[in-house]
């Protein structure tokens, strides 16, 4: 286990809150709620059973079922962490917080955490086989996704392999519909701006999979509860062609080159 030295900041919003200065800031003492907040929202709370659904389904599918070193960029509480820590070696959560931090640790047995800004500070957290980054661009402002990724590409092992989400996508049927109805939403990252977010910063897509494809209007959110994520409908529409028309996918991209 290498040693690693804190410093830090935040990370996590959710639903549709939006970045005031930098989302950095915007969760700074508040670990001993984010999960509770999360589990109050019925589409939130869904798209995260949902993700723990189908990153279960990554290792051993898409990536090998056993991780060398792992890192969790922007961990907040460990919900990620907890799912994959003990399939590492070595594993590893980031995030600005310390109340997050302290949710973490309660939550997850092998991860060490570090409170640190990897946008900011100098350490060298290298040569890690998989990143993953979850619940972090879709709220983050576009300098700072940038930052991230980049941030994200000096982590990794030239093949290394980054696992993220996208669950503020613009373009999704039932923000179609709202939008179309009249309505007004704050959701500001589509898939197609990811997609090109990620090519920029030294990252090609390998795999996707759209979650909540079948949401064809937002008054479907408050029924969510009765839905089972591994089951149908989500069953029926998860080919990856349907995930820019999704409110969130889970997307495996693959670093190609140094950002």
């Keep these: ?143 700072l996704r940038g930052d991230a990724l980049r941030a994200i590409n000096r982590c990794l092992r030239a093949g290394g392999h980054l696992i993220l989400n996208n669950h503020r996508n613009p373009y999704s049927l039932a923000r179609l519909a709202h939008r179309v109805t009249g309505g007004r939403h704050r959701t500001t990252l589509s898939h197609f701006e990811l997609r090109a977010l990620l090519a920029k910063n030294g990252f090609s897509i390998i795999w996707q999979r759209p979650i909540g494809a079948w949401l064809y209007r937002t008054g479907l959110f408050g029924k969510l509860r009765a839905f089972n994520p591994a089951a149908w409908p989500e069953n029926t529409f998860g080919a990856a062609w349907l995930a820019p028309f999704a409110p969130d996918a889970i997307i495996v991209a693959v670093k190609t080159h140094a950002a």
């Design 1 to 143: 286990m290498h040693e690693y030295s804190p410093v830090g900041l935040s990370t996590h919003v959710v639903g549709d809150a939006t970045a005031r200065e930098s989302y950095r800031e915007s969760h700074v003492g508040r670990g001993h709620e984010y999960d509770a907040n999360i589990a109050a929202s019925p589409f939130d709370d869904y798209l995260s059973r949902a993700e723990n659904v189908y990153l279960g389904r990554v290792l051993g599918a898409v990536l090998p079922a056993r991780i060398g070193r792992y890192l969790d960029f922007a961990c907040g509480t460990g919900r990620i962490t907890s799912q994959l820590e003990s399939r590492a070696d070595e594993s590893v959560g980031v995030d600005v917080s310390a109340s997050m931090l302290q949710a973490a640790r309660a939550r997850c047995r092998f991860t060490q955490f570090v409170q640190t800004d990897l946008t900011r500070d100098g350490q060298e957290l290298t040569g890690f086989d998989v990143v993953t980054a979850f619940r972090f661009f879709g709220n983050a402002e576009a300098a």
